[in-house]
């Protein structure tokens, strides 16, 4: 669950940047990236179960994308979003990967990886 301070423009942000795709189910919103889903909540809407303090710019999470981190690059500076730093190799679950790192409009940190051969 990703709690935000306004869900449209989330939906804006992910689906526009960074390609995701907008779902909707039970009259909510969330976001499908892949195989997984990332459900979206508003601050002051918040539904249980919850983490203990739901807030925004709380995230940090890490996508792993087949798209070509040099190829995510020239998209989000077409798109005019600045990366915080990056690429610089990490340790992801299952083996060395290759990341930039940059905010949504709550300012959570999303890292954006590829595996590294």
Do not use: H, W
């Not at 423009?9 to 909510?28: C, H, P, Q, S």
């Not at 730093?85 to 990967?97: L, Q």
Request: a negative charge.
């Amino acid at each position: 669950m990703l709690t935000v301070s306004d869900i449209a423009r989330t939906l804006k942000f992910y689906t526009e940047i960074l390609n995701m795709e907008e779902v909707d189910f039970d009259g909510r919103k969330a976001l499908k990236f892949g195989d997984q889903k990332i459900n979206l909540q508003q601050k002051d809407k918040t539904i249980d179960p919850k983490a203990k303090v739901p807030t925004p710019g709380s995230a940090d999470f890490c996508l792993i994308s087949d798209t070509e981190l040099k190829d995510v690059i020239k998209e989000l500076q077409a798109k005019n979003i600045t990366t915080i730093t990056g690429p610089v190799e990490r340790t992801g679950a299952s083996g060395k990967i290759l990341s930039l790192y940059l905010r949504d409009p709550d300012d959570n940190l999303i890292e954006i990886s590829n595996y590294l051969p």
